[in-house]
């Protein structure tokens, strides 16, 4: 009987053990988000112009008042949407469609889609795009060979 009870508190200590220390298990708690250096430098007229389209008279106030918001949408504008023509059908993956995503027309309500892609004037902020998702995200221009590809927010590439 007393080996038994030893048995089994030897394999309780041992799943404990082994418990605390996977990784796995433990809170890692939030990541810090790491901005690169470009984001120090204020928005330029192009920026603007993709901020006043998609906020309008809300900008300053949802936007330009918030200087956290002002380095996240600089991080995302600069850093972390691509657009890239990938023209080899080999390299090119299945993927949602840029008419598949929703606007996010939650301050401008007659915000429209862009009848013709145009990859450098596109703005990124028209679209309910999921940022904070964890992973890259590619999403595919209707009728086109081009990409938006979204870098997670801790990547650091």
């Known amino acids: 009987?007393?080996?038994?009870?030893?048995?089994?508190?030897?394999?309780?200590?041992?799943?404990?053990?082994?418990?605390?220390?996977?990784?796995?298990?433990?809170?890692?708690?939030?990541?810090?988000?790491?901005?690169?250096?470009?984001?120090?430098?204020?928005?330029?007229?192009?920026?603007?112009?993709?901020?006043?389209?998609?906020?309008?008279?809300?900008l300053k106030s949802e936007i330009l008042d918030r200087p956290a918001r002002v380095l996240t949408?600089?991080?995302?504008?600069?850093?972390?949407?691509?657009?890239?023509?990938?023209?080899?059908p080999n390299k090119q993956k299945p993927c949602p469609k840029l008419s598949e995503i929703p606007l996010f027309d939650a301050f401008v309500s007659t915000l429209k889609r862009d009848v013709v892609f145009n990859p450098n004037s596109f703005n990124?902020?028209?679209y309910d795009f999921k940022y904070h998702k964890p992973g890259f995200q590619l999403i595919r221009v209707d009728n086109t060979n081009y990409f938006i590809i979204i870098k997670p927010q801790h990547y650091n590439n």
Do not use: H, W
């Open 124 to 126: 990124p902020l028209k």
């Open 73 to 88: 949408i600089k991080e995302i504008l600069r850093n972390r949407v691509i657009v890239r023509e990938i023209t080899d």
């Open 1 to 58: 009987m007393k080996t038994r009870f030893l048995l089994v508190l030897f394999c309780v200590i041992l799943f404990s053990v082994s418990y605390a220390q996977n990784p796995s298990y433990k809170n890692q708690g939030p990541q810090p988000i790491s901005f690169k250096s470009n984001t120090k430098a204020l928005l330029n007229n192009a920026e603007l112009a993709k901020l006043k389209e998609v906020y309008g008279a809300d």
